[in-house]
T-cell receptor
Framework: GDSVTQMEGPVTLSEEAFLTINCTYT??????LFWYVQYPGEGLQLLLK?????DKGSNKGFEATYRKETTSFHLEKGSVQVSDSAVYFC????????FGSGTKLNVKP | DVKVTQSSRYLVKRTGEKVFLECVQD?????MFWYRQDPGLGLRLIYF???????EKGDIPEGYSVSREKKERFSLILESASTNQTSMYLCASSSSGQYHTGELFFGEGSRLTVL
């Protein structure tokens, strides 16, 4: 069946460090891919998305490219800030949503 | 701004109590969902509804029921709360049809503690 696997956390970085959170997926069709972010005490909100292969989603300095050949959708940011501390969820949608288990990011000043 | 509102942010209930979690969306979305979020387990779908009075079981429906009497409102019911239902509950909604982007819009969550 369809599924999403993302790297376990927590990930702890210093401010201005480079961030990568790995996400791979298994899908029987051609899904849309998403990254959601959950800030402390809040619900999830959409960070970025890509609907077809080779699409790049971007928002707030974060980027992820839909790689069909490696079935991946890794999240990257060139320079993280303390305000980026949150839990990040990778997800795919193909008739139904499948979420990864979430990766907690802690950014230290 | 689009909005999904969950009526209670924090609840504390006793074992055996009946618990109602309410969710309202103002986007005229057809689809509404209830998820449960637990550390290390991510989000697990409890129930969803694609129309008024329609409901479908998700991955973990046991111990829960739902009600959707109006398009904008989707309620999650714990008939007899148990300690293993202590969790964060997230409501979400999405559109359907030709304009469906697959995006889910979430409420802020309801943290339930069952003692």
């Amino acid at each position: 069946g369809d599924s999403v696997t993302q790297m376990e956390g927590p990930v702890t970085l210093s401010e201005e460090a480079f961030l990568t959170i790995n996400c791979t997926y298994t899908a029987t069709g051609y899904p849309s891919l998403f990254w959601y972010v959950q800030y402390p005490g809040e619900g999830l909100q959409l960070l970025l998305k890509a609907t077809k292969a080779d699409d790049k989603g971007s928002n707030k300095g974060f980027e992820a490219t839909y790689r069909k050949e490696t079935t991946s959708f890794h999240l990257e940011k060139g320079s993280v800030q303390v305000s980026d501390s949150a839990v990040y969820f990778c997800a795919l949608y193909f008739n139904k949503f499948y979420f990864g288990s979430g990766t907690k990011l802690n950014v230290k000043p | 701004d689009v909005k999904v509102t969950q009526s209670s942010r924090y609840l504390v209930k006793r074992t055996g109590e009946k618990v109602f979690l309410e969710c309202v969306q103002d986007m005229d979305h057809e689809n509404m969902f209830w998820y449960r979020q637990d550390p290390g387990l991510g989000l697990r779908l409890i129930y969803f509804s694609y129309d008024v009075k329609m409901k479908e079981k998700g991955d973990i429906p046991e111990g829960y029921s739902v009600s959707r009497e109006k398009k904008e409102r989707f309620s999650l019911i714990l008939e007899s709360a148990s300690t293993n239902q202590t969790s964060m509950y997230l409501c979400a909604s999405s559109s359907s049809g030709q304009y469906h982007t697959g995006e889910l819009f979430f409420g802020e969550g309801s943290r339930l503690t069952v003692l």
